[in-house]
């Protein structure tokens, strides 16, 4: 197969395209490290193994395709046609920086800018890609308390909500090209080498671990691995399109996360880090990002057989520290 991924070198990204390399697909990653449309074959991975792609999302987008057929596109664009997948991970860490209006409007475009350029690059190939796995965020449904919500849950009316919200629309006239489209609300991602696991560990192994707030705020999770797999079902299941939870089907609080997080680490979990702290640390992004959560169900994912390897928290934990 030939997939194609934005965003490929990342803590998502990586794995996904390894796997993929391994197994002798044709792996493209677009990247802004190289001029447009250049491409760099990364030595052993394989073949055909992961080809690098210079991209600019934010230049000037490819013409439509003509009646005809059309000349062909230049480019990084040119990358899409015909590809079996694409998957968009393009996208500025929410968590990096305390939120200013320039930080959001940076969120914001680093989403909507690659988005909408890959739309415009799959409206003008004779032959589009089967499907574009597009990125979302549980923060679709804004503070939800611990009420469960499923796919069809309305969103919430904060500034990830919105800003997720407006990420979905910009993915969804690739439909109008023929190409599938999935909008993956994605819940905290858990692996010990990156994401927001590696930021909690350091505090749990100097024995200042401990709940968030009150604690008793919905953490919406999914290992890293179930993610990656995750993905590739949903290139190789046609019928899923649109929304889908990227989460394990065991929400838990954050109090029993931390609990879970102490036990895999053999450390306590037990001083708490207090709201006005929180907010004072870390400004805006405190209250949607930490104190206020999602009980977020992978009501679609479990519907169509996706199965599991991480269902709960614990046995998550353990796969990642070991026994």
């Given amino acids: 197969m030939k997939i194609v991924i934005a965003g490929g070198s990342g803590f998502l990204g990586r ?6 390399a391994e197994e002798g697909h044709d792996v493209r990653v677009l990247t802004r490290s ?5 491409s760099r074959h990364d030595p ?3 073949m055909p193994g992961v080809t690098r792609v210079g991209w600019a999302p934010a230049a000037t987008p490819p013409a439509a395709r003509a009646a005809d057929g059309g000349a062909a596109l230049t480019g990084w664009a040119a990358t899409l046609e015909d590809a079996d997948a694409v998957v968009n991970l393009a ?8 939120w200013t209006p320039q930080r959001k409007a940076l969120l914001r475009d680093s989403r909507i800018v690659p988005t909408r350029a890959i739309v415009r690059a ?7 890609p089967r499907v574009l796995i597009s990125p979302s965020g549980v923060g679709y449904y804004g503070a939800a308390g611990r009420e469960p919500k499923n796919e069809d849950s309305p969103a919430g009316s904060d500034f990830i909500a919105q800003l997720c919200v407006d990420w979905e629309a910009a993915a969804r006239p690739a439909e109008a090209s023929g190409t599938r489209v999935v909008l993956l609300r994605t819940g905290v991602v858990l692996e010990r080498s990156g994401g927001a696991l590696s930021q909690m560990i350091p505090f749990f192994k100097y024995f200042v671990g401990g709940p968030v707030g009150t604690g008793r705020q919905y953490m919406s999770w999914i290992h890293r691995l179930d993610y990656v797999e995750m993905v590739r079902w949903i290139v190789e299941t046609p019928a899923v399109e649109g929304p889908l939870n990227a989460t394990a ?7 029993e996360f931390v609990r879970a997080l102490g036990r895999g680490l053999g450390r306590p979990s037990i001083i708490p880090a207090p709201a006005f702290a929180l907010k004072i640390m870390f400004g805006e992004l405190a209250t949607p990002l930490l104190l206020t959560g ?13 199965h599991f390897r991480y269902p709960e928290i614990d046995i998550a934990m353990r796969g990642i520290f070991g026994e």
């Fill in 34 to 38: 190289l001029p447009d449309g250049e």
């Fill in 91 to 98: 996208g500025e860490s929410l968590a990096a920086k305390r």
């Fill in 249 to 255: 089907p065991h929400p838990v609080t954050n109090r």
């Fill in 44 to 46: 052993g991975t394989g």
């Fill in 122 to 128: 799959i409206a003008a190939t004779t032959r589009p």
């Fill in 294 to 306: 999602q009980r977020v169900l992978p009501a679609k994912a479990q519907a169509h057989g996706y």
């Fill in 15 to 20: 794995p996904l395209a390894e796997m993929y």
